[in-house]
């Protein structure tokens, strides 16, 4: 089954849009294209702007390879359309998608001219593109008379039923549309002269020029039958039995799905992703830290917006040093007069970069389990807030697996903040226990390196040797680091007791919470002092 053989291989985007820049220039003849990647939306190209917008990896059906292959040939369509067209228009009513979907096989066919080993993933991509297809008799209205040229014109075939005499106006447009096509490439028309039939289109389709268009994305389209291997296999042959330069269609079939030319350019990108993603690492793992590598987490889990947004809010309060309040009463301030007393009329905006350098240690031993997902929710806002600050900083985590500890590098200080982090963050699993002495020792000739001011450490204050964790604490306050504690208690009790235990530890600073909100607060207060 297709959906079932999904590889959760990680392309890393700035790989892909390197990639992307690079191939949309070469099938463009345009040295200034941009490539844009939008979640969840369209192929769409702004030829006035050089901007081509793409859509992830994930927007596409089937495995990680699929979809690249599918993503590829959007990519190559839009780059067609940079070329060969002078305007395209929004799909959202029946005029701009007409005159797009009639510009579609155009610049296919102008471009398959100078790109002839692009037949193979082209018919791959309709093989799919036909399976993630609607049914005509599941869409209602005049979006079903819009979808049904579309396929019609597109592939010569239908996907459903169309009743009474939609079917025969379908086919006279899909007619007309063909030989207008023809007559542009024949007489090297531009876009501008398809876009003068348009109207007739519309007509013969008896539908209006703003007819809404319900646009469907491969994640809501209502598929008609299982989608699996066999339907594109079937699909494929069926396609290259019209293709006539495909002469051996069982060896054809099989060389496009399986796609070998493209495979090594993904193979490619994978490594050069995992050579990304593993930058700024290396060193560390010869220090017997260990890089979570399992990158197919979701890590949306741990991403509070609500709470990114506040402590960011906070952050920018504090940058700008004016704090606004709207209160029912106050100063009355007249910024017309204010305006007129002075000579020259500017605004300046400093931006204030902080010298501040911050190492995290999160604590995942078994006993903040229950507390698991807050510690990283709190974990990531203030992450999120130090690399908006500009702020260097490198973040470690600890867990205890089969009784040896396991240190964690989720982000090195030489590496700026991403997902990638937040995705190493979410698949390490709270368990064991805190042996927090032995990891300060295992930490201390990297943080001796860095030399952090502030050392913040999130932990439930019940480490397994008290004893040695003062020593670490005051090792490490010699090199000039201002060690800080944080406890998040399940409830106000337990933040009490946890901040009792942090007092006994030497920490220069310990505070305990109770709420999850509160953690990146008390991180801003500490970095004012």
Same mark, same amino acid.
Request: glycine share 6%; aromatic share 10%; proline share 3%.
């Given at each position: 089954m297709i959906m079932s053989e999904i590889d959760f291989t990680h392309l890393r985007n700035d790989v892909l849009i390197d990639l992307a820049t690079f191939l949309t220039r070469r099938w463009s003849g345009n040295d200034n294209a941009i490539i844009i990647l939008s979640k969840d939306k369209m192929p769409f190209t702004k030829i006035d702007k050089n901007q081509i917008f793409l859509p992830l990896l994930t927007y596409y059906l089937g495995s990680g390879f699929q979809q690249y292959r599918q993503w590829r040939v959007g990519l190559w369509h839009e780059s067609m359309r940079m070329h060969f067209s002078s305007k395209t228009l929004s799909n959202e009513h029946a005029f701009g998608f007409l005159l797009n979907t009639l510009e579609i096989k155009r610049v296919e066919i102008l471009g398959l001219q100078n790109w002839e080993g692009m037949i193979k993933e082209l018919i791959f991509n309709e093989g799919m593109s036909w399976l993630s297809r609607p049914l005509l008799?599941?869409?209602?209205?005049?979006?079903?008379?819009?979808?049904?040229?579309?396929?019609?014109? *597109?592939?010569?075939?239908?996907?459903?039923?169309?009743?009474?005499?939609?079917?025969?106006?379908?086919?006279?447009?899909?007619?007309?549309? &063909?030989?207008?096509?023809?007559?542009?490439?024949?007489?090297?028309?531009?876009?501008?002269?398809?876009?003068?039939?348009?109207?007739?289109?519309?007509?013969? !389709?008896?539908?209006?020029?703003?007819?809404?268009?319900?646009?469907?994305?491969?994640?809501? @389209?209502?598929?008609?039958?299982?989608?699996?291997q066999s339907d594109l296999v079937k699909q494929i042959e069926k396609i290259v039995k019209r293709t006539s330069k495909m002469a051996d269609i069982e060896k054809s079939s099989s060389e496009i799905i399986e796609g070998n030319e493209v495979l090594r350019e993904y193979e490619s990108l994978l490594k050069e992703s995992k050579r990304t993603e593993n930058k700024g690492y290396e060193s560390l793992?010869?220090?017997?830290?260990?890089?979570?590598?399992?990158? &197919?987490?979701?890590?949306?889990?741990?991403?509070?917006?609500?709470?990114? @947004?506040?402590?960011?809010?906070?952050?920018?309060?504090?940058?700008?040093?004016?704090?606004? @309040?709207?209160?029912?009463?106050?100063?009355?301030?007249?910024?017309?007069?204010?305006?007129?007393?002075?000579?020259? &009329?500017? *605004?300046?905006?400093?931006?204030?970069? *902080?010298?501040?350098?911050?190492?995290? !240690? *999160?604590?995942?031993?078994?006993?903040?389990?229950?507390?698991?997902?807050?510690?990283? @929710?709190?974990?990531?806002?203030?992450?999120?807030?130090?690399?908006?600050?500009?702020i260097r900083f490198a973040v470690y985590a600890f867990s205890t697996e089969s009784t040896q500890l396991r240190c964690w590098i989720i982000k090195p200080q030489n590496v700026k903040w991403s997902a990638t982090g937040a995705r190493r963050l979410a698949q390490i699993r709270a368990s064991g226990g805190t042996p927090l002495a032995e990891m300060y020792g295992l930490l201390h000739p990297i943080v001796k390196s860095f030399k952090p001011d502030i050392m913040v450490t999130l932990t439930d204050g019940e480490p397994s040797d008290f004893d040695a964790v003062r020593e670490m604490v005051l090792s490490y306050r010699k090199l000039g680091i201002h060690m800080v504690a944080l406890g998040l208690g399940r409830n106000l009790n337990d933040a009490i007791s946890i901040g009792s235990n942090l007092k006994y530890l030497t920490y220069e600073k310990s505070l305990a919470v109770s709420r999850l909100e509160d953690i990146p607060n008390r991180v801003i207060h500490l970095l004012r002092d």
């Open positions: 008799n599941s869409i209602y209205g005049k979006s079903k008379i819009l979808e049904a040229f579309s396929q019609y014109f *597109l592939t010569g075939y239908l996907k459903g039923e169309l009743y009474g005499n939609d079917l025969e106006k379908v086919k006279r447009a899909s007619i007309f549309a &063909n030989e207008t096509v023809d007559d542009a490439i024949k007489n090297r028309h531009s876009t501008d002269w398809i876009e003068k039939h348009i109207p007739r289109l519309i007509k013969m !389709l008896e539908l209006d020029a703003l007819t809404s268009v319900a646009i469907l994305t491969p994640r809501t @389209r209502l598929i008609g039958l299982g989608m699996n793992e010869n220090l017997g830290l260990s890089v979570p590598e399992t990158m &197919n987490i979701d890590p949306s889990p741990i991403y509070d917006t609500d709470l990114i @947004r506040k402590v960011k809010a906070k952050f920018r309060d504090w940058k700008t040093g004016w704090l606004e @309040r709207h209160e029912e009463s106050g100063e009355e301030f007249d910024p017309e007069s204010y305006v007129e007393m002075l000579s020259h &009329n500017f *605004l300046t905006d400093f931006k204030l970069t *902080l010298k501040t350098k911050v190492a995290i !240690l *999160l604590d995942h031993s078994s006993s903040i389990e229950q507390v698991e997902i807050e510690y990283k @929710r709190a974990t990531v806002a203030l992450c999120e807030a130090l690399h908006y600050l500009g």
